[in-house]
């Protein structure tokens, strides 16, 4: 029902860490293109940080030095640990499925349903 399963955020202090987790399901023939997206109150939704299918890994230059993508073995999961954390952080973080191999991108992705996570909220506070 809930596909795409975020967890983690919170408030902290200026130079504090959170941990963003997102477990999805799907197709195990399907592979999948992860990402982090975030969007403060009144402007646009930025990425932040993804991995590809092969496992390449990247980041916006607000994240580099700062931030760590990984994902687990099973590859059915992916971490960002936030460091260093500064207000303008601060903003709702979202799970996004970007690409799929494997299948159709409906198959895939459950009817679009796995598209977006339902997003968590980071504070950051100066």
């Known amino acids: 029902q809930l596909l795409l399963v975020q967890s983690g955020g919170g408030s902290v202090q200026t130079g504090g860490s959170l941990r963003l987790s997102c477990v999805r399901s799907?197709?195990?023939?399907?592979?999948?293109?992860m990402s982090w997206y975030r969007q403060a109150p009144g402007e646009e939704r930025e990425f932040v940080s993804g991995?590809?299918?092969?496992?390449?890994?990247t980041y916006a230059d607000s994240a580099k030095g700062r931030f760590i993508l990984s994902q687990n073995s099973a590859k059915n999961t992916i971490d960002l640990q936030m460091n260093n954390l500064q207000p303008e952080d601060t903003a709702m973080y979202y799970c996004?499925?970007?690409?799929?191999?494997?299948?159709?991108?409906?198959?895939?992705?459950?009817?679009?349903?796995?598209?977006w996570g339902l997003g968590t909220q980071v504070t950051v506070s100066s």
């Open positions: 996004k499925t970007d690409r799929v191999r494997g299948g159709t991108w409906l198959e895939c992705t459950q009817g679009g349903q796995m598209e």
């Open positions: 799907g197709p195990t023939h399907c592979s999948y293109a």
């Open positions: 991995i590809e299918t092969n496992g390449v890994i």
